[in-house]
């Protein structure tokens, strides 16, 4: 993915960072893409719907929950 600033391509990193989901805490592995040269963080589609299951799967397990088919 390309910065929308400076038109570079952004590197894919993860950090660790704690998410909230149905007024529950969660600490997840997120992942973005970061312009080096702005140091602002992006999600495309891709890494929004991974970080976002990483916090479902979570409080599914944590509640006994079996996933939906």
Avoid: A, W
């Avoid at 602002?40 to 589609?45: I, K, L, M, P, T």
Wanted: positive net charge; contains cysteine; proline residues 1%.
């Amino acid at each position: 993915m390309k910065s929308p600033f400076t038109g570079k391509e952004m590197t894919i990193q993860k950090k660790m960072r704690t998410m909230s989901f149905r007024k529950e805490e969660f600490e997840i592995s997120f992942h973005f893409y970061k312009c080096m040269d702005t140091g602002e963080q992006f999600e495309d589609d891709v890494l929004f719907d991974l970080n976002y299951n990483q916090v479902v799967n979570q409080y599914r397990n944590k509640h006994k929950m079996k996933k939906k088919n």
